[in-house]
């Protein structure tokens, strides 16, 4: 009798397990559909984003031979310009293509808040945090391909492998070693998101410490910790001290920021402002949910890194500037849709409202800036029109430049062929 228990018992845990497998592929699958629904507007437009169009442009001309702080100039990591030239290599139109990766790194970064929140709220609860964060990112210039859209996903991973640690005390080191690698990766793309990777250095310290490690296995830790989160930076310096070029990487990456002029008062005030009203529907009912629980998570903590990390650089220009608090933020919300007395009313009033205002957004961002008819019209006063034969003229790129909008889309006309960027 105990052998036919035991093969029953292992029969349902094995169904359990492929009907887990199921859902969570049809969760998937769900969630990359909705991203593209929800990003339908913008994937053909090739002048959604000022930064967008520059990022495309560093990474057509990198691939054609220039140097990012060389040739072209700008501040950010490199690891932003090599996704994009990523995205140019697949095929087909890059300004199209980007939007695709992009939407690709929304739906799996929902996927994997969905992952996150499952075990400690219902399945409608890990569903509408993930929905939460696919919708609210096109109230808060995310609908394309800003850097936080990309680093995003490798700062939840290295999350998830710290909590991991932290919670079973088990292979911290690897699980952290792994997380710092992530970290360094998501560095290289935007530097704010230093703030959460020591936040999450000091998790995994802690960790250690509450195993049991001695002194020496601290410190030993922490070091080798710290070295891999600087492994990919690391990297990029070493290829340009390769080819003599450190004064400009240096000055592009650590000492630009300090020349940066400040922005009007006001401006910053007003932007602020938006951010916290944007921020607000979900950050209260964070709020309300740990006044219940009395409780201060590992989440809350990330959450509180992700804020410290925006303060910090100190811009509010634009909503985009808070997109890495979005993401511990609705995982911090995931239980209020299942605990809360009607959180399933709030969960669809919420998702429900950002899907269409978001769509509101996009579409008066769109006759704000113009679309994909006026880049167009901009290319043909600029090259003339375009002519199926004929090839771009690309001469060398000479001296540092600043890239502006209309150079982003002048190979609209110039060339016939939409994802070409010119000089």
């Not at 009798?1 to 349902?12: C, L, Y």
């Not at 959604?48 to 220039?66: I, P, S």
């Not at 990777?197 to 001695?214: C, E, M, P």
């Not at 113009?370 to 034969?389: F, K, N, S, V």
């Amino acid at each position: 009798m105990q052998p036919f228990i035991e093969s029953a018992a292992t029969k349902n845990s094995d169904n359990m397990l492929r009907s887990s497998s199921l859902n969570d592929g049809l969760v998937y699958v769900a969630l990359i559909i909705i991203c593209l629904i929800v990003r339908m507007q913008t994937l053909r437009d090739p002048v959604l984003g000022f930064d967008e169009q520059f990022y495309l442009l560093m990474a057509d001309q990198m691939l054609q031979g220039a140097i990012p702080y060389v040739d072209l100039w700008d501040r950010k990591p490199v690891g932003i310009f090599l996704i994009y030239a990523f995205a140019i290599l697949l095929g087909g139109d890059p300004f199209l293509q980007y939007k695709l990766l992009a939407a690709a790194f929304v739906a799996t970064t929902a996927f994997l808040i969905y992952k996150v929140a499952l075990p400690s709220t219902s399945r409608f609860g890990a569903v509408s945090a993930a929905l939460l964060y696919v919708v609210w990112l096109n109230l808060m210039e995310g609908e394309g391909g800003q850097s936080p859209v990309f680093y995003n996903l490798p700062m939840l991973l290295a999350a998830i492998l710290t909590m991991r640690a932290v919670e079973s005390r088990q292979h911290i080191f690897a699980r952290g070693s792994l997380a710092m690698i992530l970290a360094g990766l998501a560095i290289q793309i935007k530097y704010s998101v230093i703030f959460e990777g020591v936040f999450f250095g000091l998790a995994l310290l802690w960790a250690t410490v509450k195993s049991g490690g001695s002194l020496k296995v601290l410190g030993a830790s922490a070091i080798a910790w710290v070295a891999l989160a600087l492994v990919p930076t690391a990297m990029a310096f070493g290829f340009y001290v390769w080819i003599g070029e450190t004064d400009a990487f240096i000055f592009a990456n650590f000492l630009s920021i300090f020349g940066k002029q400040s922005n009007p008062a006001l401006d910053q005030i007003g932007g602020l402002i938006l951010i916290l009203l944007l921020l607000a529907p979900i950050a209260t009912l964070v709020v309300l949910d740990w006044r219940r629980r009395r409780m201060i998570s590992f989440l809350h903590v990330w959450l509180a890194s992700a804020v410290a990390g925006m303060l910090a650089f100190g811009s509010f220009l634009a909503p985009g500037y808070a997109l890495p608090v979005l993401l511990p933020l609705c995982l911090c919300a995931a239980s209020c849709f299942s605990e809360f007395p009607r959180g399933r009313t709030i969960s669809i009033a919420l998702i429900g409202f950002a899907l269409v205002a978001g769509q509101i957004v996009i579409h008066q961002t769109i006759e704000s800036k113009g679309g994909r008819a006026e880049a167009l019209a901009g290319g043909i006063a600029t090259h003339g029109p375009p002519h199926p034969d004929r090839q771009p003229d690309r001469p060398p790129v000479r001296g540092p430049r600043r890239a502006r909008s209309i150079r982003a889309v002048a190979g609209l006309a110039d060339s016939g062929d939409p994802g070409r960027c010119l000089p």
